[in-house]
């Protein structure tokens, strides 16, 4: 098992598929490959097979990371056309003011649990912690 945090911090864009490109070789030897990464590039994104959000320290998504943009749509919240997924995941779980959070803040975390759960596609059974009401509105300029 590798764990890295920020593997790419301070790198180019070249540099950072680089390594993304290694590691990607890596866990495909059986290695398992644990990183955080934040608002990666979209090619970046599309080599990442597991991704987990986290917010307030809960778990916001889990699963693959093919599949989050459709688990936030199913749950009504869509993604701007051609804005990269990281960065609209970014935006729905930001908090304002990490000193000073608001109680509406306080209540997404524990109201944003992922289930799993592949045998119902049916959004009242496959988010039933996910509230559209406890997440902060996306203002995009």
Excluded at 107 to 133: F, V
């Amino acid at each position: 098992m590798i764990i890295l945090d920020e593997p790419t911090s301070g790198l180019d864009s070249f540099m950072a598929m680089t390594v993304l490109s290694i590691l990607k070789d890596v866990s495909k030897s059986g290695v398992t490959v644990i990183m955080i990464i934040h608002q990666p590039s979209y090619e970046i994104y599309e080599m990442i097979d597991r991704l987990a959000l986290m917010q307030l320290g809960e778990f916001v998504y889990q699963g693959k990371a093919s599949e989050a943009l459709n688990y936030f749509r199913e749950a009504g919240f869509e993604a701007p056309h051609l804005v990269n997924p990281p960065e609209f995941f970014m935006k729905l779980l930001r908090i304002e003011d990490r000193n000073n959070i608001s109680e509406q803040e306080s209540r997404i975390a524990p109201n944003l649990k992922y289930n799993e759960s592949e045998s119902s596609h049916s959004p009242d059974t496959r988010h039933p912690y996910l509230k559209p009401s406890n997440l902060i509105p996306i203002k995009y300029s």
